[in-house]
């Protein structure tokens, strides 16, 4: 394990709380890029080997921070760069109760956030040449969950048309919104 590795978890270790850290309030000097990355299907690696330890990825995943495109895990002293590949999370449980604007869609990361769609915690899309649309989850501090392709099937059974400034546009209805996903003439080719 490399010494910046064990500073970080020293002082995660040290200074663990209930609740997530107040990450966005620290803004300690950048101490260089950490050989850690989190592949697009979730999973967390250190010097290119998986981290197999769940808790050992949840306090990671507690101080992570977004600056712009780059991400970094910080601690009151100290922030390391990390690599995302997509998103940070993965949504790996979605829960649906209700209908239309009314419905409720609560979602768990694989690191165990649990979030409701709604004003905090929108739902954005993006296409993706060959795989379509891709739903993410906003989970918190600009961070987000991209939701699992299993998961992606039965959001999307969820979808209607409606007209959004004039447009056609296929989305999903939930928490008082609706979250475009595409233009309705799009979703055909899909």
């Known amino acids: 394990m490399s010494h910046a590795m064990e500073r970080l978890l020293g002082a995660l270790?040290?200074?663990?709380?209930?609740?997530?850290?107040?990450?966005?309030?620290?803004?300690?000097?950048?101490?260089g890029d950490l050989d850690m990355r989190i592949a697009a299907d979730g999973t967390?690696?250190?010097?290119?080997?998986?981290?197999?330890?769940p808790a050992l990825v949840k306090l990671f995943s507690s101080v992570l921070k977004r600056e712009g495109d780059a991400y970094f895990l910080?601690?009151?002293?100290?922030?390391?760069g990390i690599i995302v590949e997509d998103a940070p999370f993965q949504a790996v449980e979605m829960v649906v109760e209700g209908e239309g604007e009314g419905r409720s869609i609560a979602f768990r990361t694989q690191v165990d956030d649990v979030v409701s769609v709604g004003p905090e915690h929108a739902l954005r899309?993006?296409?993706?040449?060959?795989?379509?649309?891709?739903?993410?989850?906003?989970?918190?501090?600009?961070?987000?969950?991209?939701?699992?392709?299993?998961?992606?099937y039965d959001l999307?059974?969820?979808?209607?048309?409606?007209?959004?400034d004039g447009v056609s546009m296929f989305g999903v209805a939930a928490g008082g919104a609706f979250y475009p996903a595409a233009p309705a003439s799009e979703i055909e080719g899909l």
Do not use: M, S
């Open 74 to 80: 910080v601690t009151p002293v100290e922030k390391v």
């Open 156 to 164: 999307l059974a969820l979808g209607e048309v409606r007209a959004v």
């Open 125 to 152: 899309f993006e296409r993706e040449a060959k795989d379509g649309l891709k739903p993410y989850i906003h989970i918190r501090r600009d961070l987000w969950a991209r939701v699992t392709r299993a998961l992606t």
């Open 44 to 53: 967390w690696f250190y010097l290119g080997t998986p981290i197999g330890r």
């Open 13 to 31: 270790q040290d200074g663990k709380a209930r609740g997530l850290p107040p990450v966005e309030r620290w803004n300690p000097p950048f101490c």
